[in-house]
C-alpha cells in the first residue's frame, strides 16, 4: 500500500502533523520506536503553550496523541532502521517492515547533550540523570547539582529545589542564558546556590553519585563537592542519524529545511527539534508540524495526479 504521508516521530511536532494530516483525509502511517511524546513527556510544567498555562508535560502529550487519534492518526511502534528517499516513491524501512509513500515529514527531535567527564557514563541511572522531572522526587531531602544555563537547566534546579535540601547550580559563565522570568523565579529560592564560572570535571562515586570535582574557569581552583545526585542539562542534539548522507545538515547536524520545513529533496520535509531553526520549542515543533503537513499537500497536489 502507498501511503500520501510517513511522519517519522509522535513528539509535537509529529502529533501536529498527524491532526493536519487527518484533517486533510491524507491517508497516513505515524511511526514511533519508543513512546509517544517526545521530550515534552519530560517536562514538568509547561507554561508557555498559548492558551493552556500550569500543564504538566505529559498531559500535553497526552492531549495531542488523542487530537490526532480524533482524526485517525495513531502511532504504530516500529522502529525505522533505514529510509530511501531518492526518487518520485520514498521508502520507510523499520525493523519489521517497508513502507512506500508520497511524502515523508521527518520528526525524530533531538536528546539530551552529555558533559563527556569521567563518571558520567558509570553512574548514570545511579545519581546521574537528564531528566529532574523524572528522577527528581528520588532526591527528597538529598543535595543536588544541576549543570547548565539555560531555561532547562533553571527550569530542573526550580523544580528539584522542592525535593532536594540544597541545589547548586553549576555554571560554566558569569551570566545565565535563561529566560530572565525563570531567572527571576530562581533568585527566589533560597536553597539554590549558582556556582559562576565553573565546570564539572568528573563525577564520583563507587555504587551512586558522592560527590563532583568541579573547577573554577577564572580563578583556576579544583574541589570537590558531594552530592547526590547531578542533573545534565547542557542542550541537545539532533536525532538525525537516520538521514546522515541523504539530507543536507548544519555543522551541528541538525536537518536543514526552509520555512516550509522542506529539505533539498522534494517531497522530504522536517519539523520540530530536528530542524535547524532559532527557536527550539514545543509551540514552534507544533507549527512546523503544521505547516510541513500544508506543505505536503501541494507537493502531492503538484506532483502526483
Not at 502511517?29 to 498555562?53: C, D
Not at 485517525?72 to 526518487?87: C, M, N, S
Not at 540523570?129 to 533553571?154: E, H, I, L, P, R
Request: some cysteine; charged content about 25%.
Amino acid at each position: 500500500m502507498m501511503y500520501d504521508l510517513i511522519i517519522i516521530g509522535s513528539g509535537p511536532a509529529g502529533f501536529a502533523a498527524g491532526v493536519y494530516a487527518g484533517r486533510a483525509k491524507l491517508n497516513t502511517l505515524l511511526l514511533e520506536k519508543e513512546f509517544a511524546g517526545g521530550q515534552v513527556v519530560n517536562t514538568y510544567e509547561v507554561a508557555n503553550y498559548p492558551g493552556l498555562p500550569d500543564m504538566t508535560g505529559p498531559e500535553l502529550a497526552m492531549k495531542m496523541q488523542e487530537h490526532a487519534a480524533m482524526f485517525g492518526v495513531v502511532p504504530t511502534l516500529e522502529e525505522v532502521i533505514d529510509l530511501e528517499l531518492e526518487g518520485k516513491v520514498k521508502k520507510v524501512i523499520t525493523t519489521q517492515n517497508t513502507y512506500e509513500a508520497k511524502a515523508i515529514i521527518i520528526a525524530t527531535g533531538a536528546r539530551w547533550k552529555q558533559l563527556g567527564v569521567v563518571g558520567e557514563q558509570e553512574l548514570r541511572g545511579r545519581g546521574v540523570s537528564y531528566c529532574a522531572t523524572c528522577d527528581g522526587a528520588f532526591f527528597n531531602g538529598k543535595v543536588t547539582a544541576v549543570v547548565g544555563g539555560g531555561d532547562t537547566a533553571v527550569e530542573d534546579a526550580i523544580f528539584l529545589s522542592r525535593y532536594a535540601k540544597k541545589v547548586y547550580l553549576i555554571h560554566r559563565r558569569d551570566e545565565l542564558r535563561a529566560a530572565k522570568v525563570l531567572q527571576e523565579a530562581l533568585f527566589q529560592h533560597e536553597n539554590v546556590e549558582i556556582l559562576w564560572d565553573t565546570q564539572v570535571k568528573e563525577i564520583v562515586g563507587e555504587q551512586k553519585v558522592e560527590n563532583i570535582t568541579i573547577i573554577n574557569k577564572k580563578t583556576n581552583e579544583t574541589r570537590s563537592l558531594d552530592v547526590d545526585g547531578v542533573f545534565i542539562a547542557v542542550g541537545t542534539d539532533p536525532n538525525s542519524g537516520l538521514v546522515q548522507g541523504k539530507l543536507a545538515l548544519d555543522q551541528q547536524s541538525y536537518i536543514i529545511a526552509n520555512e516550509n520545513c522542506e529539505t533539498n529533496i522534494p517531497g522530504v520535509y522536517a519539523a520540530g527539534d530536528v530542524r535547524q531553526k532559532l527557536l527550539k520549542q514545543i509551540v514552534t515543533a507544533t507549527a512546523d508540524g503544521a505547516v510541513a503537513v500544508y506543505a505536503v499537500e501541494r507537493y502531492i497536489i503538484e506532483n502526483w495526479k
